[in-house]
């Protein structure tokens, strides 16, 4: 009874929010661990380097971003002059604040040769004082890319950026950043899941700590996550990354088995709280009042545009 109730009232939501797209000249574009039924009616989905790249080439006059704050600037940046909206305002990330502006200019400065590569998830003001951005999905190409005696200094994620170390043999200077959502994962948890699955393969994302990484038999972006699971002839998985993603593994393979990696805690369950803050209602309410909006100034814009540049140009 409640599932009809739900169901009815999302497919009345799609149809407004359709009908309001056009009108509006909107486009929706959605991360892979947004609500499933955000997923459905995205007009695109993907990785944040994929989100970037479709909001760099969109014609579209407004820009409705189901994700968090720090790719809603990343589009804003892209798109200065188009009305980029974020359903929920406060959907942030630990990752990105766990690199405050103010510290993190101390730290430049006192490594003043180092070249700043950043990770996407950060501040619009953490890219300003960057000379590269990167994703999880070109991280470790960019870096092979780099002369081998130019000095990094990689921020935020230290998770990340002690797999990138591993993949190329080079030496980071790593800002301590981390998400809370990839550190929650259970390395004994994970590896009795095995005993239980013994031909099920792990697949993880780089932002989890080594201690995960080091049983994964493939580690890569949500997209790249999802590329293998289709290409593999494995029929169980145990993903180890946020469980929004399991909506479209299922989708494209229904015949094979994704388990969703255990936490700590001991659920199964590990969402990201910022992430999940975007519903189907505030999606539906925030394009009818075109709000609420993302507001940068222009000279974030213009500092932050740079490295976003070189890293489209560098993996293109
Ligand atoms: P990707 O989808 O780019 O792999 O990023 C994962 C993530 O944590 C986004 O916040
Ligand atoms: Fe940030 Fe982690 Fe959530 Fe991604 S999953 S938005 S990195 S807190």
Known sequence: ????????????????????????????????YQDSSIQDIADYLGDSLGLARKAAATNAKVIIFAGVHFMAETAKILNPDKLVLLPDIEAGCSLADSCPPET???????HPNYLIISYINCSAAIKAMSDIICTSANAVDIIKKIPADQPILFAPDQNLGRYIMRETGRELLLWPGSCVVHET???????????????????????????????????????????????????????????????????????????????LSGCSCNECPHMRLNTLEKLYTSIKNTSPEITLTDMIVKKAINPIERMLQLSS
């Open 1 to 32: 009874m409640f599932y009809t109730a739900s169901c009815e009232k999302n497919s009345n939501l799609f149809s407004k929010i359709q009908k309001l797209k056009e009108e509006k000249n909107a486009i929706i574009l959605a991360h892979y």
């Open 104 to 110: 993190f200019l101390k730290f430049k400065k006192a």
């Open 185 to 263: 994962f259970s390395e004994k948890k994970i590896l009795q899941l095995r005993t239980e699955y013994p031909q099920a393969q792990i697949i993880a994302h780089p932002e989890c700590e080594p201690s995960i990484l080091q049983y994964a038999d493939y580690i890569g972006s949500t997209t790249a996550l999802l590329k293998y699971i289709q290409k593999n002839t494995c029929k169980t998985f145990i993903v180890t990354t946020e469980t929004g993603i399991l909506h479209q593994m299922r989708k494209s393979c229904p015949d094979k088995l994704f388990l969703s990696a255990p936490t």
